[in-house]
């Protein structure tokens, strides 16, 4: 690369940062304030995509004035969604227990998708270019769009604004006191919900602005929300949660990275080639592990106070009446039972839901009773789902053996990535999950030769004995069962109840000589194994295996299924796992916008059962039993 | 929340007790409706349309066929389950569909282990016939190779030399760039390749792509990006100067679903596989065309084109097996002759793949929109690699 390159480069990662600073600086303020992890963040983004594409397109073409009037509409008008989404559906839910909300904001995700969809149309839509700053200029030689340099300028000066506001005004000092302290600012008599609604209307606004100045780059499309929730979560993570200017920094260093190694492109060295430029694929997520395993808070974040929670603390755990488990040994003989009456589909639903109810029991052990949230659960699943893949192909292995194979490969990824792991707590420690989870995914999405590429492996299946439906479902109901009730044990034994201790009391559980750390770090290992056993059993149910069983969207499954059972019970997971498995199926087959209408059920069990189903039950039917 | 608890209820026990009925021909179709709404909406279109004719002419063996549709959730292993409730609760007597290659490769692979004919309509992936071809698995489409080797004919007629590549970083974009350096340099002595970028597919940072391709100036790009990255590419490359007195080839470019939003933006002179649908004059695809405008009021994209094929490949299976029966129906799926908006078809016996081809031409703008000039019709048959090759490359059966 010569000057002129890297300097050309350098405006590139510059450019590109900007629309991403703004929106991460909307998520970091929101988050900052209402602990809500915003998952319709990004949908936020792509509204405001679309928003500035129709205005532009039909008054911005003539001048520039008309241009950026346009552009700021748009920012206005998804800051006016925002404001109604906190006020009918956010607000009525912060009493719930910790990241219930983000149940709420990822049924938002899937009706703000379908809801886009039905109004623009599927075709991806691209915009005019900005009046004024059509072309591009001289620089060292090289033509660098005009609206680059103009982007580039704008980050600063957003980062200006918002310092402004919040330090030069009283709604902003209350804000920074919300982010440091938000009970203390509710016990000196400030309104919340006014101060709750007013950021997550301007982090709308950041994230809908962010969105509309995209428009001359990129054409409006459905799965710009994806795209750019995750590289946000990144950003605000790397530079420190609620720190604005953290933020702004991460957004340039990972834009600055990316350029560079485009740039870069290929290497040659010890004989082999490293493309830099498929690294991109991962990048960012190489990055934030890098800086939460150097610098736990990010790069300009602060530890956070201890926390004083909102939500009740979770009630000390019960043994289940002699009625409960009388019920449940009653159901689980019906199961058993099952296959005499139905061939039908309905076993393979059930293997659906034995697999994901194991799956989403393991991830809960880690969310309840061990308090780390883990939002990179599916690279355990699929560990030893690849795990067994491979055995069987490669090696050929028979299924029996992965069975208890595949757990122990899945427990050894979580072994090594725990270590790092228990280091952190709370959003920090799920992201550098997620971050392992998605290098996972890019070691299987790009060793073609290996672990098929971004096709994946087929033709696993389970030996004769198992081949048949009715089999291999005893098969995966009675593993699923065993793996469920160990794991219930578990949280029942001593070791359960020092995991139990330091969630609820780091500073006590050390003071009488606990070693949380080395517990949390085995915990975390122990679920991988149960994790990999129902990845084993997934992928002998389908016959085959693809990077998205290591995907974001399936960890993301598995924290809507825990959330809707419930977090605060053990039944929960595998509650919240059956009720989405069947509501998917059934939705997905009866109607066109199928997800629409999932997000909106998803939205109103989330207003009903701020619990959870079974939280919600238990509360019903336990203090009457009581 | 009464009402709620009851319509789960009542879903729940539709799921257990839903009984087929069954006085027709029963087709399970599957897609990813979802995640790629813009090729696929014209492609439900197109099938609909398909079997509104062939239903209108009386259906076949005697019966109506009915299309059961559902989403595959666009991934493999939603569209497995999806598949499998068709086979066991809907008791399809085939699949059809997939869009996706690994999707396509999933269901392929329990087409197999079901022992079910599975028509694979979209999916582009080279190995669902080759490497992992099986018995039940035929494919409509051109794929991946395919289309490469017809956009050769113009990379060496071009003269040039020094190639830059950008593909998106997964299978389709990795087997094309495979096939064109060695279709290429088996047929253009001292052509090099100075550049390769691969973009995360629907991330690309176009400006940064623009810029590393220039920076090794290449006189020549081949491109296999579509849809946003594609739009992407070619918005950043026109600012900043990279097309001029480039030859650049696209495969898919000239394709509906991803040139009409290029509009004025559209890059003038590419080489590339598409669908120029407003002037084909053949009467197959005249009497398509005029069906489908009728029906929908719109124009047809490549999407529409796939799936009307393809129930008409399902309707020719059946009327040529006489029967239902799956056996039957993979014996008369090999060397299955019929008719398509793009002429005559095959499907061939040794590896499965049908001989469909594809539009190829060079782009233009016209009234501020894309189109495709100086095209030529590229018949599927004479872009395939030798049989015996082929052989080397499919298993066994």
Redesign the interface.
């Given at each position: 690369?010569?000057l002129a390159?890297i300097t050309?480069?350098l405006l590139?990662?510059l450019?590109?940062a900007s629309s991403l600073f703004l929106v991460a600086a909307g998520l970091s303020l929101i988050f900052g304030v209402t602990r809500i992890v915003n998952f319709a963040h990004g949908s936020l983004f792509m509204l405001g995509v679309y928003i500035a594409y129709s205005l532009t397109d039909q008054f911005g073409r003539g001048s520039p004035l008309a241009f950026w009037s346009c552009v700021l509409a748009a920012g206005v008008a998804v800051g006016v969604i925002g404001f109604v989404v906190e006020i009918l559906l956010l607000r009525r839910i912060y009493q719930a227990p910790e990241l219930f909300q983000l149940l709420a904001t990822f049924g938002l995700v899937l009706v703000i998708k379908?809801v886009v969809?039905k109004l623009w149309g599927?075709?991806?839509?691209?915009g005019p270019?900005a009046p004024g700053l059509?072309?591009?200029v001289q620089v060292m030689g090289?033509?660098?769009?005009e609206y680059?340099l103009v982007l580039i300028a704008v980050g600063p000066i957003m980062l200006g604004l918002i310092w402004l506001v919040l330090n030069r005004t009283r709604w902003g000092v209350l804000v920074r006191a919300a982010t440091q302290d938000r009970d203390m600012v509710g016990a000196l008599g400030v309104n919340q919900a006014w101060l709750f609604t007013g950021v997550f209307a301007l982090g709308s606004f950041l994230a809908g602005l962010g969105g509309a100045l995209q428009v001359p780059?990129?054409?409006a499309?459905?799965?710009l929300d994806i795209?750019v929730i995750s590289d946000a979560f990144v950003v605000v993570v790397v530079g420190g949660l609620g720190s604005i200017p953290g933020a702004f920094l991460a957004a340039l260093l990972i834009g600055v990275i990316?350029?560079f190694c485009?740039?870069i492109?290929?290497v040659q060295a010890f004989g082999t080639t490293f493309?830099f430029?498929?690294f991109?694929?991962v990048v960012e997520f190489v990055v934030m592990a890098i800086v939460l395993v150097i610098r736990p808070w990010g790069l300009l974040g602060k530890p956070a106070g201890e926390p004083r929670h909102t939500a009740a603390t979770e009630a000390p755990l019960k043994p289940l009446p002699g009625w409960l488990v009388l019920g449940f040994a009653g159901l689980g003989a019906a199961l058993l039972v099952l296959p005499v009456f139905?061939?039908?589909?309905?076993l393979?639903?059930l293997i659906?839901v034995f697999v994901f109810a194991l799956f989403a029991a393991s991830l809960h052990f880690l969310m309840g009773p061990a308090g780390m949230v883990s939002f990179g659960h599916a690279a355990y699943l699929g560990i030893g789902a690849y795990a067994a893949a491979l055995m069987v192909l490669r090696a050929g292995i028979p299924m029996e053996a992965t069975l208890a194979l595949g757990p122990l490969a899945a427990a050894l990824g979580a072994l090594l990535f725990g270590w790092f792991v228990v280091r952190l707590s709370g959003v920090y420690l799920a992201m550098l999950t997620l971050a392992f989870a998605q290098i996972v995914w890019s070691i299987a999405?790009?060793w073609?030769g290996f672990t098929g590429?971004?096709?994946?492996l087929?033709?696993i299946?389970p030996p004769a004995w198992a081949a048949e439906?009715e089999a291999f479902y005893h098969l995966s109901l009675v593993l699923c069962a065993a793996g469920l009730l160990a794991l219930r044990h578990i949280i029942f034994a001593p070791f359960g109840a020092i995991l139990r201790a330091g969630r609820d009391s780091p500073l006590r559980a050390d003071a009488i000589g606990i070693d949380l750390r080395r517990h949390q770090w085995f915990a975390f290992t122990l679920v991988g194994a149960f994790a990999g056993l129902a990845g084993v059993l997934?992928v002998f149910s389908?016959?085959?295996?693809?990077p998205?069983?290591l995907g974001i969207?399936r960890s993301v499954d598995g924290l809507v299924m825990v959330l809707l059972g419930g977090v605060q019970t053990l039944t929960g997971p595998v509650v919240g796992a059956g009720?989405f498995i069947?509501?998917q199926?059934?939705i997905?087959?009866r109607v066109?916008f199928?997800?629409a209408i999932l997000g909106l059920?998803i939205i109103?069990?989330v207003l009903?059962f701020p619990q959870g189903i079974v939280g919600f039950l238990r509360g019903r039917f336990m203090r009457a039993a009581a | 929340?009464k009402s709620?608890t009851k319509a789960?209820m009542l879903?729940?026990a539709?799921?257990?007790f839903a009984a087929p009925v069954a006085a027709q021909i029963k087709v399970g179709e599957l897609n990813s409706?979802?995640n790629f709404?813009?090729f696929?909406?014209p492609y439900k279109k197109g099938w609909e349309l398909a079997l509104e004719e062939a239903n209108a002419a009386g259906g076949v063996l005697g019966q109506k066929i009915e299309v059961v549709s559902?989403?595959d959730?666009g991934?493999?292993?939603d569209a497995?389950?999806v598949a499998?409730?068709l086979l066991?609760?809907e008791k399809v007597s085939l699949l059809m569909g997939t869009f996706p290659?690994?999707v396509g490769?999933?269901v392929?692979?329990?087409a197999n282990?079901r022992k079910v004919l599975f028509v694979a309509a979209e999916p582009l992936?080279d190995?669902i016939v080759w490497d992992?071809g099986n018995k039940y698995t035929f494919r409509l489409r051109a794929s991946t190779y395919m289309q490469t080797a017809m956009l050769i004919d113009g990379a060496v007629k071009s003269g040039k030399k020094r190639w830059a590549i950008v593909y998106p970083?997964?299978?389709y974009g990795?087997a094309a760039t495979a096939a064109f350096k060695k279709l290429l340099a088996a047929r253009v002595p001292g052509v090099e390749f100075v550049?390769?970028?691969?973009?995360?597919l629907?991330?690309i940072?176009?400006?940064?792509?623009a810029?590393?391709i220039?920076?090794?100036k290449p006189d020549a790009i081949f491109s296999s990006l579509f849809?946003?990255d594609l739009?992407?590419f070619v918005?950043?490359g026109n600012?900043?100067?990279l097309f001029k007195g480039m030859t650049v080839l696209n495969l898919l470019a000239g394709e509906p679903?991803y040139l009409?939003?290029?509009?004025d933006?559209t890059p003038e002179g590419w080489i590339v596989t598409g669908y120029p649908w407003a002037e084909i004059q053949t009467a197959e695809h005249k009497a398509f065309l005029a069906a489908y405008q009728k029906k929908y009021n719109d124009y047809p994209r490549l999407g529409s084109i796939v799936g009307y094929a393809t129930v008409q490949t399902v309707v020719a299976a059946l009327k040529k097996a006489g029967s239902t029966d799956t056996e039957k129906l993979v014996a008369a799926m090999k060397g299955l002759e019929h008719m398509t908006p793009f002429g005559k078809i095959t499907y061939r016996a040794i590896d499965h793949q049908s001989t469909m081809g594809a539009y190829v031409g060079k782009l233009a703008l016209k009234d501020g929109k894309g189109v495709m000039v100086d095209w030529t019709f590229a018949d599927g048959k004479d872009y395939l690699p030798p049989d015996s090759e082929v052989m080397k490359l499919r298993p066994k059966e």
């Open positions: 690369m010569t390159d050309i480069q590139n990662g450019a590109g379908d969809l599927p075709e991806d839509l691209l270019r059509r072309g591009a090289k033509s660098f769009p680059d780059r990129e054409p499309q459905l799965f795209t990316k350029a485009i740039g492109g290929d493309s430029s498929k991109t694929l139905t061939q039908s589909y309905l393979i639903l659906d999405f790009q073609d590429g971004s096709n994946g087929i033709g299946w439906k997934h389908k016959g085959s295996i693809s998205e069983t969207a009720v069947f509501l199926d059934e997905a087959r066109e199928w997800r059920v109103v069990l009903a | 929340m709620i789960i879903a729940l539709g799921a257990v409706y979802k709404p813009a696929l909406e559902r989403d959730g991934n493999p292993g497995v389950r499998e409730e066991t609760r290659s690994h490769l999933a392929s692979n329990l282990q992936t190995k992992n970083n997964y299978e990795q550049v390769e970028q691969a973009p995360p629907g991330k940072e176009a400006g940064a792509v810029d590393a220039a920076q090794a849809g946003p739009a992407k918005r950043e600012t900043r100067g679903e009409d939003p290029l509009k933006e």
